[in-house]
T-cell receptor
Framework: GEDVEQSLFLSVREGDSSVINCTYT??????LYWYKQEPGAGLQLLTY?????DMKQDQRLTVLLNKKDKHLSLRIADTQTGDSAIYFC????????FGKGTTLSVSS | IAGITQAPTSQILAAGRRMTLRCTQD?????MYWYRQDLGLGLRLIHY???????GKGEVPDGYSVSRANTDDFPLTLASAVPSQTSVYFC?????????????FGPGTRLTVL
């Protein structure tokens, strides 16, 4: 299978929580990342998690890491229309494998 | 302003023409990368360079070449463009140390080959 897999689309209503999931085949990297790509722009780092952590919270963002199952998730609380974007999971390291990205659509 | 720039922003090119996409970073990052982004296929690595003077092939290198004469610049050349190279091209850079391999992306070049 793919090195990094994400579901392609997620649609939520404004104010709801969004959960974007990512599974990967292997990672020996110290950090795993989530990038955000807004329309017409390049990717920007959104958040990251140290590989020996299970959870990291940063304002509305919560990252969960399950190393045993090779599963990374990004939860966005109180999702806003400005959160509409493509979100990419990066398992880090030098392999430079991004998933296909999850397009988050937020309706008001 | 520190960052990574790409030129041109967009280009329409006739098939068979030669084209060089430019990428410059002023963060003194060791590594630089070229990706193409296509609908439904995500980001795919074309070529990379871990340090000035060295380059390597990524997932989709055919039809593209790169050079890394210095730390700051990493041009991508299409020797003879074909319509399947129509895409959005992103250049990125990273320190390859410290916070592992966080990448910084340029704004992209939208290339159309007719």
């Amino acid at each position: 299978g793919e090195d990094v897999e994400q579901s392609l689309f997620l649609s939520v209503r404004e104010g709801d929580s969004s959960v974007i999931n990512c599974t990967y085949t292997d990672s020996s990297s110290t950090y795993l990342y989530w990038y955000k790509q807004e329309p017409g722009a390049g990717l920007q780092l959104l958040t990251y998690i140290f590989s020996n952590m299970d959870m990291k919270q940063d304002q509305r963002l919560t990252v969960l890491l399950n190393k045993k199952d090779k599963h990374l998730s990004l939860r966005i609380a109180d999702t806003q229309t400005g959160d509409s974007a493509i979100y990419f999971c990066d398992r880090g390291g030098t392999a430079l494998i991004f998933g296909k990205g999850t397009t988050l659509s937020v309706s008001s | 302003i520190a960052g990574i720039t790409q030129a041109p922003t967009s280009q329409i090119l006739a098939a068979g023409r030669r084209m060089t996409l430019r990428c410059t970073q002023d963060m003194r990052h060791n590594a630089m990368y070229w990706y193409r982004q296509d609908l439904g296929l995500g980001l795919r690595l074309i070529h990379y360079s871990n340090t000035a003077g060295t380059t390597g092939k990524g997932e989709v290198p055919d039809g593209y070449s790169v050079s890394r004469a210095n730390t700051d610049d990493f041009p991508l050349t299409l020797a003879s463009a074909v319509p399947s190279q129509t895409s959005v091209y992103f250049c990125a850079s990273s320190r390859l140390s410290g916070r592992d391999n966080e990448q910084f992306f340029g704004p992209g070049t939208r290339l159309t080959v007719l």
